[in-house]
């Protein structure tokens, strides 16, 4: 049931913490949150581009561009967890418990 909270909430509000969600209950979702958070990243970066620094928007862009970099890096740590891989961001392998 929750799940079907975030996937609506992700696919038709465009939530970047649902999406994050979605990957955390399954990793099969990786690619659908990428792109949604990924998509909100951009969007977030041409209105930053566009605002003068003093205004209040502009810190909240800023924080709101954070987060989004904070969800993608860690949907690339869970999706290099995934693969038995070295994850470039974290100085330790990732070892799989199977």
Not at 71 to 93: E, R, T, V, W
């Amino acid at each position: 049931m929750m799940q079907t909270v975030s996937f609506f909430r992700a696919s038709m509000l465009n939530s970047s913490y649902s999406a994050f969600k979605l990957v955390l209950a399954s990793n099969k979702n990786i690619d659908f949150a990428t792109r949604i958070i990924s998509a909100k990243s951009e969007s977030a970066h041409a209105r930053l581009a566009k605002l003068n620094s003093s205004c209040t928007d502009y810190r909240d862009t800023l924080l709101k561009i954070r987060q989004y970099d904070s969800f993608l890096n860690k949907i690339d740590y869970i999706q290099c967890a995934g693969k038995n891989m070295y994850c470039l961001d974290y100085s330790i392998p990732v070892m799989s418990l199977n």
